[in-house]
C-alpha cells in the first residue's frame, strides 16, 4: 500500500464551529461543505480534517474523546504566541519534551487536542531508544 493523503474525520453536531476554527486558526482550506460533512485541506501537505454529523445512515461514529491532532511546524513558540494572541484556551504550555519535542495543547471546538510541535534534539535516553530504530 501507497498511502498519498491522510485525513481524520471527527463526529460532531459542531460542523460549522469546527469548519472555522481549523480555517482562521490552522490555515485549513474547504474543499466540501453539506449539511453533514465539511471537508478541509492542508494547503501545505496531503492532509485533511473532516466532519460529520455523528447520527448517519450507515457506519459507526466517534465522538473525539481521547483523540489527538499534532500538528508539527517550524516554530512552536511563534505558533503558541499566535494562537494565545487569538484567545484559545492553552490546554498545556509551551515546554520540552524528553523524546525530543518542544510543544503545546489546545482543543478544537470538540474537545480534541491539537498538540502542536516543533523537533529539538532528544534527550540521551530517548536518543538510544531512536537510534535502534534508524534504517
Given at each position: 500500500?501507497?498511502?498519498?493523503?491522510?485525513?481524520?474525520?471527527?463526529?460532531?453536531?459542531?460542523?460549522?464551529?469546527?469548519?472555522?476554527?481549523?480555517?482562521?486558526?490552522f490555515?485549513?482550506?474547504?474543499?466540501?461543505?453539506?449539511?453533514?460533512?465539511?471537508?478541509?485541506?492542508?494547503?501545505?501537505?496531503?492532509?485533511?480534517?473532516?466532519?460529520?454529523?455523528?447520527?448517519?445512515?450507515?457506519?459507526?461514529?466517534?465522538?473525539?474523546?481521547?483523540?489527538?491532532?499534532?500538528f508539527?511546524?517550524?516554530?512552536?513558540?511563534?505558533?503558541?504566541?499566535?494562537?494565545?494572541?487569538?484567545?484559545?484556551?492553552?490546554?498545556?504550555?509551551?515546554?520540552?519534551?524528553?523524546?525530543?519535542?518542544?510543544?503545546?495543547?489546545?482543543?478544537?471546538?470538540?474537545?480534541?487536542?491539537?498538540?502542536?510541535?516543533?523537533?529539538?534534539?532528544?534527550?540521551?535516553?530517548?536518543?538510544?531508544?531512536?537510534?535502534?530504530?534508524?534504517?
Amino acid at each position: 500500500m501507497i498511502i498519498k493523503r491522510i485525513d481524520a474525520t471527527i463526529s460532531t453536531n459542531k460542523l460549522t464551529e469546527s469548519r472555522d476554527f481549523y480555517i482562521k486558526h490552522f490555515g485549513f482550506e474547504l474543499v466540501y461543505e453539506s449539511d453533514w460533512y465539511i471537508e478541509l485541506l492542508s494547503p501545505s501537505l496531503a492532509a485533511g480534517v473532516s466532519f460529520t454529523l455523528p447520527q448517519r445512515d450507515v457506519g459507526e461514529f466517534f465522538t473525539g474523546k481521547g483523540l489527538i491532532l499534532s500538528f508539527g511546524v517550524d516554530n512552536v513558540d511563534a505558533e503558541y504566541e499566535r494562537l494565545n494572541g487569538e484567545g484559545l484556551t492553552i490546554q498545556q504550555e509551551l515546554q520540552n519534551k524528553p523524546w525530543g519535542e518542544r510543544s503545546f495543547v489546545v482543543n478544537d471546538p470538540n474537545g480534541v487536542h491539537i498538540y502542536v510541535y516543533t523537533l529539538i534534539p532528544p534527550e540521551p535516553e530517548y536518543q538510544v531508544i531512536y537510534d535502534k530504530y534508524k534504517k
